[in-house]
């Protein structure tokens, strides 16, 4: 990719030692995104340098990854999850990837609840969402509130305590309320379409455009077109088995009556 495309420079502040609420706020500045909610977060990310790919699906037992190649940050991301949890990992990643880029920066629990913070912070500004009339609710309105800021209900549930909007007693009972409703594990309403990487879909287009097919790409990178497809959130075109000869052919289809 790097190679042959001219993709957008890393524009990554390093806040090593910030408060998380205080770096979400700083990147959001730097980056000219206001208080207002992020459509896409994924095109944000891409559009700031970060490359985004995705986890091979047996690999489940990872919500996210992230790591800088040659001062190029990297986000890997596991697709098996609801899009609301999808954004919010990537959000926690780019926590990772602002407040733990030096080598003395906090590890362990530490770092994943600063990084927690910063994704909730991010992704739901204080500024915002004290702007609603969101004090002391009840899990039906986290439900409908939820799909302004594109995160799952257990995430504003918890925003919102963070926030001193509800009491400890309201949010445990909203969190019992949101767990028997299925939203401990998923998003069983209103669950939205999860984002995907506009940078690698232009890329496998213009490629395809040049003649260049996903076998060919595979073979320069020395896998498979099956594991290519699994780390670029399925929008590599497969090819299924043809008949005669064991070739590879793409899939035929006919109108069934």
């Not at 739901?124 to 609603?132: H, R």
């Not at 097919?213 to 780390?231: F, G, R």
Request: a neutral charge; aromatic letters at 8%.
């Amino acid at each position: 990719m790097s190679e042959r495309f001219t993709l957008p420079a890393p524009d990554l502040p390093t806040l090593s030692g910030y408060d998380p609420e205080t770096a979400a706020r700083v990147v959001r500045e730097r980056w000219g995104l206001g208080t207002a909610p992020i459509p896409n977060l994924l095109d944000v990310l891409e559009a700031h340098g970060v490359r985004i790919f995705s986890l091979a699906m047996d690999v489940v037992e990872i919500d996210a990854f992230s790591f800088f190649h040659r001062k190029t940050p990297f986000v890997l991301m596991n697709t098996s999850k609801s899009g609301e949890r999808q954004r919010f990992d990537a959000a926690h990643e780019l926590g990772h990837l602002v407040l733990h880029a030096e080598e003395n920066s906090p590890s362990g629990r530490e770092a994943e609840a600063q990084a927690h913070r910063f994704a909730a912070a991010f992704l739901m500004p204080k500024e915002d969402v004290m702007s609603f009339p969101l004090w002391n609710v009840g899990s039906q309105t986290v439900i409908k509130s939820k799909k302004r800021w594109r995160v799952a209900a257990m995430a504003l549930a918890h925003r919102l305590r963070e926030l001193g909007m509800v009491t400890e007693w309201g949010y445990r009972d909203m969190c019992i309320q949101l767990s028997r409703a299925g939203y401990r594990r998923g998003e069983p309403q209103n669950a939205m379409i999860p984002e995907t990487s506009q940078v690698l879909r232009k890329i496998l287009s213009a490629l395809r455009a040049d003649g260049t097919s996903p076998a060919d790409i595979a073979k320069e990178l020395h896998i498979d077109v099956s594991e290519l497809n699994a780390h670029m959130f399925g929008l590599v075109p497969l090819a299924v088995d043809g008949e005669g000869n064991g070739e590879r052919s793409r899939a035929a289809l006919r109108l069934v009556q």
